[in-house]
RNA sequence: GGUCCGAUAGCUCAGUCGGUAGAGCAAAUGGCUUUUAACCAUUGGGUCCCAGGUUCGAGUCCUGGUCGGAUCACCA
C-alpha cells in the first residue's frame, strides 16, 4: 500500500506518527517554522509560568481587568463619547487625554492570553478565553523576555518576534494601559513574552465551528472558536457560556443542600450488582478479583444505607451509566443529584425540590423566567398534578402499565411548565413507600419540564419485608422478560432491617435541567465530552471489516 | 435498531444538464503602521468521506460502506 509499508510492519504496533496526528499543510508549515525561531529567540518556547499582575485586586486575567472599575470606568466613558460622534471621527484629544493620565498612575500591568485575531500592524487582540484586550506593540518601544533566563531580546528582533507571531499563540505582556486614537483600551506592551504555540491554525473568525462533529470531538476547538469569534450576532449562548450557567446551576444546588444541612458523599460506581432504578447496565471485569462488575445506574440503594448508619442528609452528584439508547435527551453517562432527607415525606421534599431549583435557576440565568424554543418557562411555581386527573377521563379504563403508558405517550410532552405529577402506581416504584390512604398509590413524584422529566422522587419504603417482597415481585417480572425490572440486593434489604428512618429522596437529571436554562436541545450540547463512537483512521477502517 | 438529510481548501460555504475544482476568511511575500470582522497588491493551497459500478469522461448518476445530524422506538 506505501513504499514504507514493510518498514511500518516492523514497528511494535502501528503507532501513528505526529504528522499522522498533526497533520501538516501550508499553514502547519509557516507555525513549525515560526516556532522553531522562537526556539532561537527565547530560548524555550514552552516556559512553565507567567506571573499577572494584580492591578484589579485579584489576579488581571483579562475578564478580572476588564471589570477593574478604573478600566471599566474609562472603557464606558469612551463608548458613551463615541456613540456620539460621526462613524470614523475621533474622541476629543482631552478626554483622551485625561483617561490616559488616570491609566497610567494604575502602574505596570501584566496579562496574558490567546492571540485572538491574526496580526495586523501594531495591535492585536488577546482573549483570556472569555473576554478579549487590545494590545499595542511599536517597534523600538518593547523589548522579547527570554524564557532561559538571559537578557531580553532588544528592539530589533522584539519586533521579529512580534511579526512571527501566529493567531493562536499564547503570549504574555508587560505593559501599560491607554486609551487609543479611536477610544479603546489597551495595554502598551514594553516586554513580551512567549508562552506556548498553536501549531494549528485557529477557526474562522466569524463562523467558527459549525460542524457539530468535530464541535463535540474537539471541543477545546468549539471553546477556542467561541472565545475568537468578531461579531455577536448572538442566536444563543456561546459554547462556553452554556458551560458558564451549568457551573454556575450545580454549585447552586450544591450550596442550597449544604446550606441546608445535607453533606456530599460518593458511593461505588463499580459495584457487583446494577440495581436501584429500571435499566441496563454497563458490564465490565475486573482481573485481579476474575469477578464481572457493573457500572452503577443509581446510587440509591447506597445513599439509603447511609441512612441507616445514621447520616440524616446526604446527597451525591456524579455520574450514572446506562446501557441504552443515545438521543437527544439520552447519554450513557448522565449526571444525577440524590439526595435523602430523614424525618420528610414525598410532599415535604417537593416543597423542597422546588425552591431548590428555583434558586439554581435564578442563580444561573438571573431570573425566574427562561425561554426554551418556543416555550417561555415560568419557574416561579410549580403544578401538581395526580396522575389520573393528568391522563383525564379515559383514567378508569386502564390498569397501572396501560396508565403509564396513555401517560407517557399522550400527556407527558404536553407539560412544559414545571409540574409534579403526583400519585404513581406502586406496581411501577419499587423503592417507593406506599400511600396509607390507597395501598395502590405510590408516595411518589416526577417533575416534568418541558416535556423532559426532570426528577423523579418519593417517600423511601423503609419495610424490610414489604422490599424483600417488592423485589421477588421484581424478580418474577425479571423471569417473564423484563430486562430492566430491578435486581435484588440482598444486603440491602439487610440494612434495613437494621431500622431506617421515615425519608424522602429524588434523583434530579442534572443535564436536563441545565439544557432547560442554556435553551440547548440536545444533551450533547450540555456535556462538555458527549459519547462518540471512536474516531478511526483510514487504514484502520479499511482492514477492520470484521462485524 | 427504523426513516430522512449531510460530508468539496486550515475554517465557512458555492459548484447549473455528467465536460479543466471555485469564493470569502485564514496562510505566504511585499507595502502600510493608533487599527476596530473584512487596508492594498501578488502567490501558494484539493484523497471533492471511502470502495466499487455506469460512461469517451463522475464532485455531480447508481450500489455498498464509514462518520455525523434530525426524527421515531426504548430509557432518565
Given at each position: 500500500m506505501h513504499a514504507n509499508f514493510d518498514l511500518i510492519e516492523l514497528l511494535p504496533m502501528t503507532l501513528p506518527t505526529f504528522d499522522e496526528i498533526v497533520i501538516p499543510n501550508d499553514q502547519t508549515e509557516a507555525r513549525r517554522e515560526h516556532l522553531a525561531r522562537f526556539v532561537e529567540l527565547?530560548?524555550?518556547?514552552?516556559?512553565?509560568k507567567f506571573e499577572r499582575s494584580a492591578l484589579s485586586g485579584n489576579e488581571d486575567t483579562i475578564s478580572n481587568l476588564k471589570a477593574f472599575a478604573p478600566v471599566a470606568d474609562a472603557a464606558k466613558e469612551m463608548a458613551d463619547v463615541r456613540a456620539t460622534l460621526e462613524p470614523g471621527a475621533r474622541p476629543p484629544a482631552e478626554i483622551k487625554d485625561r483617561l490616559n493620565e488616570t491609566l497610567k498612575t494604575l502602574g505596570t500591568v501584566r496579562i496574558a492570553g490567546r492571540i485572538?485575531?491574526?496580526?495586523?500592524?501594531?495591535f492585536v487582540h488577546l482573549t483570556d478565553g472569555r473576554e478579549k484586550l487590545q494590545i499595542y506593540a511599536k517597534k523600538g518601544q518593547f523589548t522579547l523576555a527570554r524564557n532561559d533566563g538571559e537578557a531580553d531580546r532588544e528592539a530589533e528582533s522584539a519586533w521579529e518576534a512580534w511579526q512571527i507571531l501566529d493567531h493562536g499563540d499564547l503570549v504574555g505582556v508587560e505593559g501599560y494601559l491607554f486609551v487609543t486614537n479611536t477610544g479603546e483600551v489597551s495595554v502598551h506592551v514594553e516586554r513580551l513574552y512567549f508562552l506556548s504555540k498553536a501549531l494549528s491554525p485557529m477557526p474562522?473568525?466569524?463562523?467558527?465551528?459549525?460542524d457539530a462533529e468535530i464541535k463535540q470531538r474537539q471541543r477545546y476547538l468549539d471553546l477556542i472558536a467561541s472565545s475568537l469569534k468578531v461579531a455577536d450576532a448572538d442566536d444563543g449562548l456561546s459554547t462556553r457560556e452554556t458551560f458558564e450557567v451549568r457551573a454556575k446551576a450545580i454549585s447552586s444546588l450544591r450550596r442550597f443542600l449544604e446550606d441546608h444541612g445535607y453533606i456530599e458523599v460518593e458511593t461505588p460506581m463499580l459495584t457487583a450488582k446494577a440495581t436501584g432504578a429500571a435499566a441496563k447496565p454497563f458490564k465490565t471485569h475486573h482481573n485481579a478479583l476474575d469477578i464481572d462488575l457493573y457500572a452503577r445506574i443509581a446510587p440509591e440503594l447506597y445513599l439509603k444505607r447511609l441512612l441507616v448508619g445514621g447520616f440524616e442528609k446526604v446527597y451525591e452528584l456524579n455520574r450514572n451509566f446506562r446501557n441504552e439508547g443515545i438521543s437527544y435527551k439520552h447519554n450513557p453517562e448522565f449526571t444525577m443529584l440524590e439526595f435523602y432527607c430523614a424525618y420528610m415525606d414525598v410532599n415535604g421534599m417537593m416543597d423542597f425540590c422546588e425552591e431548590m431549583i428555583r434558586q439554581s435557576v435564578l442563580n444561573a440565568t438571573g431570573g425566574l423566567t427562561v425561554k426554551y424554543e418556543r416555550n417561555v418557562i415560568d419557574f416561579g411555581k410549580f403544578r401538581r398534578i395526580r396522575m389520573r386527573d393528568a391522563v383525564g377521563n379515559k383514567a378508569a379504563e386502564h390498569n397501572d402499565a396501560e396508565l403509564l403508558e396513555v401517560f407517557e405517550n399522550e400527556v407527558e410532552h404536553t407539560l412544559v411548565e414545571p409540574t409534579f405529577i403526583i400519585d404513581y402506581p406502586k406496581s411501577i416504584s419499587p423503592l417507593s413507600k406506599a400511600s396509607p390512604t390507597n395501598p395502590?398509590?405510590?408516595?411518589r413524584f416526577e417533575l416534568f419540564i418541558n416535556g423532559m422529566e426532570v426528577a423523579n422522587g418519593f417517600s423511601e419504603l423503609n419495610d424490610p419485608r414489604e422490599q424483600y417482597e417488592r423485589f421477588r415481585d421484581q424478580a418474577e417480572a425479571r423471569e417473564r422478560g423484563d430486562d430492566e425490572a430491578m435486581v435484588l440486593d440482598e444486603d440491602y434489604v439487610r440494612a434495613l432491617s437494621y431500622g431506617m428512618p421515615p425519608a424522602a429522596g429524588i434523583g434530579i437529571g442534572i443535564d436536563r435541567l441545565v439544557m432547560l436554562l442554556t435553551n440547548k436541545h440536545s444533551i450533547r450540547d450540555v456535556i462538555?465530552?458527549?459519547?462518540?463512537r471512536p474516531e478511526r483512521r483510514q487504514e484502520e477502517s479499511e482492514e477492520g471489516e470484521t462485524e
Open positions: 527565547v530560548g524555550n518556547a514552552y516556559p512553565s485572538a485575531t491574526p496580526i495586523r500592524g501594531n474562522d473568525k466569524m463562523h467558527g465551528i459549525e395502590q398509590i405510590a408516595e462538555l465530552f458527549p459519547h462518540m
